[in-house]
Structures are given as structure tokens and as C-alpha cells.
């Protein structure tokens, strides 16, 4: 039976899902029940009063206004807090919260599907909290779906993915996104970057309004300053350089050729948007679960070195010598995921007091070094000190490395000392 390949555009107001169909090779929306067979939901969790059973969406408020329910929203949010809520006469962690929300979604996807086998997963935020992300990779273990089987990007890499799997001529250039979501509108740019060998691929975002309301929609005048603003944006961005399309994304952009003449008559299709404007309903569920196949197959080997929000900016290793040989030691790639992004390696010393690191940002061509003193270990005889060394991120921009003295067999025993440092790629 067929597994699935899932995308998960989860936010604290909406969530989105998109399955890969390997009928046709094609993202495909999941419409939900509980939201009007529509592919947007709420993220929102309740129940009605003397039940057990958990509602989503559009019935979680219902259950409100019916009377006696409870609802809560905002879950993301919530899980920042680490305190509990009431739902009800009960009390709940938020990552319990977030947990029954997913899996209620999750059962969804499986009726729909007719299977519950979940070969991949990637989850999509619209920035990447690790205290969020955490709480995810948690919830989805206790869903019975192991941390191999599910990854966690940001909105900006997930648009990354939509486009490239949009024809080239589409960008070839620069590809622009606008995304009108709920009150923000915020830009998303795709540049292709030939001059250096790879190409790079380097995606940016910008919020360009944080208090925009889709209510304003219903009034004239308040529909022509959205237009103007918009406008506005579109011009500064875009500027002389034009871009190979424009994708425009959000409920109120749906119908924005009813409304938004201003800007879409001054970006004229064939001259500052060479090849044109597109609206797409689901990009960061749809680039999520490409992203998603992708891993799955192993093709996420791009001829591009990729760089965004969410990506390691810079290279970092060692030399090291096995058998008298010497080799590169990789601690960390270029363009690696930064939260998936871990090394451990077993070393002996051989007449170092310290390790010494180098990296490489991406787009430069020189070679910084970072040392790192051990002279807190004991002394010992050559070759007689194993160390561990550990190194991860808690960021895209920082790095954190850790030493750890293993001993060397019965004869010298481990002191347990570790020797930490931070490292910062600007």
C-alpha cells in the first residue's frame, strides 16, 4: 500500500496539509470536513461539554456557541509560555494541546487517504522556534511517527521548494511571492545567483505590513489604499531589475484582479514581471511536502547551493589523520538544515593541545580558524587522551561545540570535563 508523503503548513491561526500523489507526481490539497471540505482549518482545539472527543476548527467554535463548549487557539503561541490551560473543567500542557490537534488532523488525512503508513512528513512554520520545533518532533512520537520520518522548515525554504519545482524560465531571474496572511503581508525572494560556482540559490523574506486586516476588503476606499499600498511595496522591491514572476498568495489576493488594478497594471506582464503573476492558494504546504518527496528519494541534491532563512550560511571542519593519512573531517555543510544539523566524532589526540576548526561562510573565499583549548584536560602521555566531539546549532548564525574527555581505557580514566565554545557565522 501506497505511504504517505505529507506537508504540513502548520501557523497559529491556520493550517493547511498537501499529500504528494505518486499517481501523478503532483502536491494535492487535503479539504477538510470539519472546515466546510475547504482546505484551510483554524488552529483551534475544542470539545463539547460532557464529551471526551476532541474538535478542530470551525466545529471547536461551534461547540462554543452552542453552549457549554470550551475551544482554545493560538497553539503555537502557547507552547512559547510553558504553562498550562484550562480546556473545560480540565487542564492541559500546550504540547498536549498541539498533540491532539495534529493527531485529530492527522485522522483526517488517513480516512481521506485510506492509509495511515507516513513514509515523510515536513512540517512548515513561518519561522522556526526550537522550542516549538521540539514540541513538535515530540507530539509526532507520541503519534506513533518516528523523529526519522519528520522534518521542520520555515516558510521562507518551503517557497524555496515551490519554485524550484516551477518550470526554470520561471526563475531564472528572481521570483517574487506576496503573501497576505491574516493581518501581515510579507514578501518572499527567490534570486538565482550565477556568478559563483555552484549557483546559488539565496532566498530572502521581508514583512512589509503587520497590521493589514482582510476586513478592510469590504470598503471601497479602504480597497484602494490596500491597492495603493500594495503598489507601493511591489515598486520598491521589484525596482529596475524586474523579476521572472510573481506569485501572490492569501485569501483577499484570490480576486485581486477585481481589486487591484493599480499594482497589477504597474507591474505589466513582459516588462517588470517577464513571464507573470500566478496566485497559488497553498505554496508553503505544497513546498513543504515537495521538500518532503524529495528527502524521501533522496533528491534534494540540487545544482545549487542553497541559501535562506533556516540554513547553515557557512562550512566548518577539521584535519585529522587516519593511518597516517590525512583527511577532512565534515562537521558542517553549507546550506545544511541547521535544526537537523548534528555531528559526533570520536578523536585521539596526537600532540595537540587544542582543536582546531575551520570555516569557510558561503560566497567567500577565505578560510577563518577557530581554536579550541584543552588545557583543561589532564596530561597525559601522547595518544592517550579520546575526546568526543559534539557539534551542533541552536541557530542558523550559531554553532555550538563540545569537547568531552573520554580517557583512554582502564589505564586513564575519563575526568568528564567538557570544554564548550560558541561559534558565531554572521
Known amino acids: 500500500m501506497e505511504k504517505l508523503i505529507l506537508g504540513f503548513d502548520l501557523c497559529d491561526d491556520v493550517t493547511k496539509i498537501s499529500r504528494y500523489r505518486l499517481d501523478n507526481m503532483n502536491p494535492a490539497d487535503i479539504s477538510f470536513p470539519q472546515a466546510d471540505n475547504r482546505t484551510v482549518i483554524q488552529t ?9 472527543g476532541w474538535l478542530v ?75 516549538v520545533m521540539d514540541s513538535i518532533i515530540h507530539c509526532m512520537d507520541s503519534l506513533g511517527i518516528p523523529r526519522e520520518n519528520v522534518s521542520i522548515i520555515n516558510h521562507t525554504e518551503a517557497y524555496l521548494y515551490f519554485v524550484l519545482r516551477q518550470p526554470k524560465a520561471n526563475f531564472d531571474n528572481r521570483a517574487l511571492l506576496l503573501d497576505w496572511s491574516g493581518t501581515q503581508l ?4 527567490l534570486n538565482l545567483i550565477r556568478s559563483v560556482n555552484p549557483p546559488v540559490i539565496k532566498a530572502t523574506r521581508q514583512v512589509l505590513e503587520t497590521s ?19 503598489r507601493e511595496h511591489l515598486e520598491r522591491i521589484i525596482d529596475h531589475r524586474g523579476v521572472s514572476s510573481l506569485f501572490v498568495s492569501g485569501k483577499a489576493m484570490e480576486n485581486c484582479q477585481e481589486w487591484g488594478k493599480s499594482f497589477l497594471n504597474a507591474l505589466a506582464v513582459g516588462k517588470k514581471v517577464r ?4 496566485y497559488e492558494s497553498n505554496v508553503f504546504a505544497k513546498g513543504a511536502v515537495i521538500n518532503a518527496n524529495n528527502e524521501l528519494h533522496g533528491r534534494n541534491s540540487y545544482p545549487y547551493t542553497i541559501i535562506c532563512e533556516g540554513r547553515v550560511g557557512a562550512s566548518i571542519w577539521m584535519d585529522t589523520s587516519v593511518h597516517g593519512s590525512k583527511k577532512v573531517l565534515m562537521l558542517a555543510k553549507e546550506g545544511s538544515n541547521w535544526y537537523d ?10 600532540e595537540a593541545s587544542s582543536i582546531r576548526l575551520k570555516i569557510k561562510k558561503t560566497g567567500e573565499k577565505l578560510t577563518v580558524f577557530e581554536n579550541i583549548s584543552l ?52
Do not use: W
Open 44 to 52: 483551534a482545539l475544542g470539545r463539547k461539554k460532557g464529551q471526551d
Open 57 to 131: 476548527g470551525k466545529e471547536a467554535y461551534e461547540a462554543v456557541l452552542e453552549g457549554g463548549g470550551a475551544v482554545v487557539d493560538k497553539l503555537l503561541t502557547l507552547l512559547t509560555k510553558k504553562s498550562s490551560v484550562a480546556v473545560g473543567d480540565r487542564r492541559y500542557q500546550p504540547e498536549q494541546l498541539l498533540g491532539s490537534y495534529i493527531g485529530t488532523l492527522l485522522e483526517t488525512v488517513y480516512e481521506q487517504c485510506g492509509t495511515r503508513s507516513v513514509a515523510r512528513l515536513v512540517f512548515t512554520l513561518e519561522k522556526t522556534d526550537p522550542a
Open 186 to 189: 510579507s514578501s518572499y525572494e
Open 212 to 230: 493589514l486586516s482582510q476586513d478592510m476588503m469590504s470598503n471601497e476606499t479602504h480597497r484602494r489604499m490596500v491597492d495603493s499600498t500594495i
Open 275 to 278: 513571464k507573470g503573476i500566478f
Open 341 to 350: 544539523c548534528r555531528t559526533t566524532a570520536d578523536l585521539i589526540l596526537d
Open 375 to 426: 588545557d583543561a584536560f589532564p596530561k597525559r602521555p601522547n595518544k592517550t587522551t579520546r575526546v568526543r566531539l559534539i557539534l551542533t546549532f541552536t541557530s542558523e548564525h550559531t554553532a555550538m561545540v563540545r569537547v568531552q574527555d573520554l580517557g583512554f581505557g582502564e589505564f586513564f580514566p575519563s575526568s568528564g570535563i567538557v570544554v564548550k565554545k560558541e561559534i558565531k557565522i554572521d
